[in-house]
């Protein structure tokens, strides 16, 4: 039995070492182009920024012992070949020709079963200076040690980013610590495109705060440059930025013209087509990682989804398969993913509003903002925004931003999609409570409660970003801000709202617009008061009674104060 | 409509906000019999231990309000009274009496519903001694401003925490860091009955390790004084153990005497009996809290789950029955719970395996050990303990205990059971993967494959308990360690194992047993060189091959080095 992998980095070894681990008498062969295996590269960002400074650490095991051919063959009883292309499939003879890219030679390899995971290649847009010097992307180990090499040397002053995705807000993290002025260039209307319009501008004023600059809406034109090194990035809209760097992170593309070439079927997205086994349109070759298409497991269509965790499965999968026949299957993917970026997390599971929506799913969602832990024990703010389908009530998605403990919901949020929970199971979900740890009731949890509260009609609420357009269209929304007058004076919107603190309103509803069908719209600074003051109102005769989901803490536009 | 409410800590103040919501028109009434409203009770440890000075802050609102009566009358439209005390329900006539603690007056309170969340009482054996000086709980405000001021005053050098719960735990911790020495004394066999046997072995070690002595298997016989005044705990087996303090935390009873003298169902559990929409057997009274006993969702039995996040989903339940009639219902616990021990996280979801075996399940179970992120960005330990239902696949409880990450997979655990996972669903599930979160393979994860592993017979695994018994008991397994030369030299169990690293194994078979029928144990540092190694050697025809699972990070008793 004859395995052969072609491609190196997670989902390649991890079906190797599956596949030896299922059948230690079978011969198994990967074949890397690059001159290092099993790369952590979701790690570049975090060597770049000097969260540690041995790179082999990224090529490492937890004992410290480098995963080279060496240690595969010892280890793992695997033939390891690095700086080996593959450059071709012959699907009759079962036969890959390979290209030793040291001794500069070609050779050929049998396999019984072929496997695929021949990863992504990142995206660089043919604009013109695209050759000059100073143009990187961080996509290898060459990119991590280039880009950390300009951290050490501090000669550079000023970098841009393109592309404000995971790679993108990470390196922006990344080079800013390493004292480099960053503006992150999008052309998008925002960053990272798993969130909600909303969410990103949090998220998007948050890196501003650290002092980089963000443009969105403005595809990058051209780079500029004197004597073959960059000296700036042209906008579209004419603006030049002088850096001495820029990083390209604008997406990847599936490397799948091998496949291609040998007839493989090819998905819509540009992935190689794979079933649930994994297994390409040969029945002889299965393909794993950032190279395929795989299910959404909420809207049923293939997607690319290139994520370090998915391929490490898809790659146990086909490690399963290869030698086992198609038994296991990889079901797909709900797209879950989650970044740092300076002292914020940013994450996503499922669909967000806006690609639920585009799905067609009849939608209902709700912004929350509150500390992930007892204020006592120096909770940190975390906005979550959950999305559920109104019809059936099932949880869509989730979303959350913060400084607080991001990761913690989104994997919450992931295992309740995957056990197809609905907004009413959440709401009495039993979760870990301790005040070190969580409030007493998640912010998980609490944030089904309000969208329970929405689809049940005990509450209209309305996003930061319809109350600023009805007030950007001239609407007269009658807007009541229920905190205290100690808190009002620290913070506010300043754009006309009247304020009556919650615990005088009982007493002061005279004061409130004496057309009982105005609209209404109340809140503080996370908008529990704000739903509080609601529920007066409406029991007081008020018909058009609205609640500023989050509060001030969701408003992502200036404010007053 | 009246509605009357016993009890002001958790359930109550959430039954009565929620009723309030739901109706402004009610006339909503909390009877509380201590001085305070809403006390945040699991923060008490906390404040006792100096991770905030602030009392006031247990019982104020985010913003640093008092939630006192005047508070629940103005923000709420609540009517609250501290100080009262409800002596008996007259069901016939819907009115409890009352006596004023503070003006000593009986009066009647007439409802239409009323709520009982009378909340549960330490308990206190009845040793002799009991009454003296020096013996506390950590049950109330008063417990936490006594035992705070004791470790302020620092005049007391010596402590015994009795009972070696959550509660129990965290005093332990408390105490400590205001520099008492510390005597944790358990009467069973280990600590947090919530854990399997091996994984609170983990945790004890740990609080041993940060100065505490832990005494478990030891009931106390009575506590020692002169003058009044505590001098000293004396154990069953005669030793005496001087302090100045002791802190009795050996568990809770629910408070159902008022239900049971106004002649409601109580439970097998001593709890107040409720039906799932928290109605009592009286259906114009609903009760919540630590009060009731709910249905476990996994086993169907009915336990008692005095925990804080439960108090208020199940108030929550009971403020809209008692306004709309039985609408929304409250499934039940799956006895979530989390504590923060020194440095390490230690909790549980679900049924331990002993619970399960107990409750006549087919049980299947394994222990990993891993770092809970990439260890280039410094992971922490992991200790995780998975437990499924052998017949169905059905994950029924998760435990973990470490340094690292804890509640985090407990969350996830939880959500996956309340989802009905099964082990086949978890080994795919797309979880949130970034270097500073957590590994690309999810630990949670991880433990699904290994678990996988040994339910396909692919890894037949032993607990250390499991090795050390065959030690103990003559047995001659052949015991193999994998690692490193430079790591054994380390740390190593010194009980007669071999050392034959993972990567000259498949050269050194000739020194493994000829008797290929002869067990073998294999293990790491965690067990997956361990796993590897035992797949090598099954190949080569030993028949009886073992994995010590999650190797020396998980083996709890002495080592050599």
């Not at 948050?206 to 906008?235: Q, Y």
């Not at 959350?400 to 949020?413: N, T």
Request: aromatic share 6%; net charge negative.
């Amino acid at each position: 039995m004859k395995i052969v992998v072609v491609g190196g980095s997670a989902a390649g070894p991890k079906a190797a070492a599956k596949a030896r681990r299922m059948d230690q008498h079978a011969e198994i062969t990967i074949l890397q182009e690059g001159p290092d295996l099993s790369m952590a590269s979701c790690g570049y960002p975090y060597f770049v920024g000097g969260f540690f400074d041995d790179r082999n650490q990224l090529l490492s095991t937890p004992t410290g012992v480098i995963r080279d051919p060496k240690y595969y063959l010892k280890a793992k009883g695997i033939n390891a070949m690095t700086r080996t292309r593959v450059t071709a499939i012959d699907r009759k003879r079962h036969v890959v020709s390979c290209h030793d890219l040291d001794e500069e030679q070609d050779f050929e390899l049998a396999y019984d079963k072929l496997v695929l995971a021949t990863g992504a290649s990142p995206v660089v847009p043919p604009l013109p200076g695209s050759d000059l010097e100073g143009i990187s992307t961080l996509q290898s180990m060459r990119d991590a040690d280039y880009l950390r090499q300009i951290a050490d040397e501090k000669k550079i002053d000023r970098a841009v980013v393109i592309g404000g995705g995971l790679i993108g807000v990470e390196t922006c993290e990344a080079l800013h610590l390493a004292g480099i002025q960053i503006t992150l260039v999008e052309m998008m209307s925002q960053l990272l495109l798993f969130l909600d319009w909303e969410m990103a501008k949090v998220l998007e004023n948050h890196i501003r705060s650290k002092a980089a600059i963000v443009i969105t809406e403005n595809p990058v034109a051209e780079f500029l440059g004197e004597n073959g090194k960059l000296t700036g990035v042209k906008l579209r809209n004419g603006i030049e930025l002088p850096c001495e760097l820029a990083v390209v992170a604008v997406g990847v593309r599936p490397n799948s013209k091998l496949a291609e070439d040998a007839g493989l079927k090819i998905g819509e997205r540009g992935g190689i087509e794979v079933d649930t086994f994994m297994q390409t349109s040969d029945p002889d070759i299965y393909a794993a990682g950032d190279c395929v298409e795989i299910p959404h497991l909420i809207t049923g269509e293939k997607v690319h989804a290139p994520f370090g965790d998915l391929a490490n499965l898809e790659g146990r999968v086909v490690g399963q398969n290869v030698v086992t026949g198609n038994k296991v299957e990889f079901p797909g993917t709900i797209q879950t993913g989650v970044c740092k970026v300076f002292d914020y997390g940013a994450g996503a599971t499922g669909l967000s509003e806006s690609r639920a929506r585009e799905a067609g799913y009849n939608v209902v969602s709700v912004i929350t903002a509150a500390p992930d832990k007892p204020h006592f024990m120096g909770g940190e703010l975390l906005l979550l925004k959950m999305v559920a389908n109104a019809d059936t009530g099932r949880l869509l998605g989730l979303q959350a931003v913060g400084p607080g403990d991001v990761s913690k919901r989104i994997a919450q949020a992931a295992m309740a999609i995957h056990g197809k929970l609905t907004v009413a199971d959440l709401v009495n979900a039993d979760l870990p409570y301790a005040p070190p740890f969580s409030p007493a009731i998640d912010n998980f949890i609490m944030t089904a409660h309000v969208l329970e509260n929405k689809m049940l009609g005990r509450m209209s609420g309305l996003s930061a970003s319809e109350v600023r357009e009805r007030l950007q269209k001239g609407g007269q929304p009658y807007l009541l801000d229920v905190r205290g007058a100690d808190e009002f004076e620290r913070m506010r919107l300043g754009v006309g709202e009247n304020l009556i603190p919650l615990g005088a309103l009982r007493n002061r509803l005279n004061e409130l617009p004496a057309d009982k069908d105005q609209e209404i719209i109340c809140y503080c600074k996370i908008s529990l008061r704000g739903y509080e003051a609601a529920s007066v109102l409406e029991a007081n005769g008020w018909t058009n009674v609205k609640v500023m989901e989050g509060g001030l803490m969701a408003w992502p536009f200036p404010r007053e104060k």
